[in-house]
């Protein structure tokens, strides 16, 4: 069974950067794709950023502001998000065991089979 656990959320001026961390313990393998899903409340969940076999992908919302990285080796999934946005205020979580090399319909949470308990972040103007 695969844990998540994420880190780094906080409140921060908009403009500035927050680095958001993600501990994976058991067995993730690298050709599966892991994200990082946002919740602001009264919304639904939407996927931002997703990875897999040394790509990235990323939601038209965040492109060019956001970047995902992986660390195989010490199981960690990161998102480096800078020049935030008010709207950018939400829960975020990270997400595992999804599509094989983030084929096909990879921004549906349901495809994804682990997640963490979240991790706020809030963004004033």
């Known amino acids: 069974q695969v844990q998540l656990v994420e880190s780094g959320g906080g409140s921060v001026q908009a403009g500035g950067s927050l680095r958001l961390s993600c501990a994976a313990s058991?067995?993730?393998?690298?050709?599966?794709?892991m994200a990082w899903f946002r919740q602001a409340p009264g919304k639904e969940r939407e996927g931002v950023a997703y990875t897999s076999g040394g790509r990235a992908y990323y939601a038209d919302s965040v492109k060019g502001r956001f970047t995902i990285s992986r660390d195989s080796a010490k199981n960690m999934l990161y998102l480096q998000m800078n020049s935030l946005k008010p709207e950018d205020t939400a829960m975020y979580y990270c997400?595992?065991?999804?599509?094989?090399?983030?084929?096909?319909?990879?921004?549906?949470?349901?495809?994804?089979?682990?997640w963490g308990q979240g991790t706020q972040v809030t963004v004033s103007s």
């Open positions: 997400a595992a065991d999804g599509p094989l090399f983030c084929s096909g319909a990879y921004s549906e949470r349901y495809l994804y089979k682990n």
């Open positions: 058991g067995y993730t393998g690298s050709i599966y794709c």
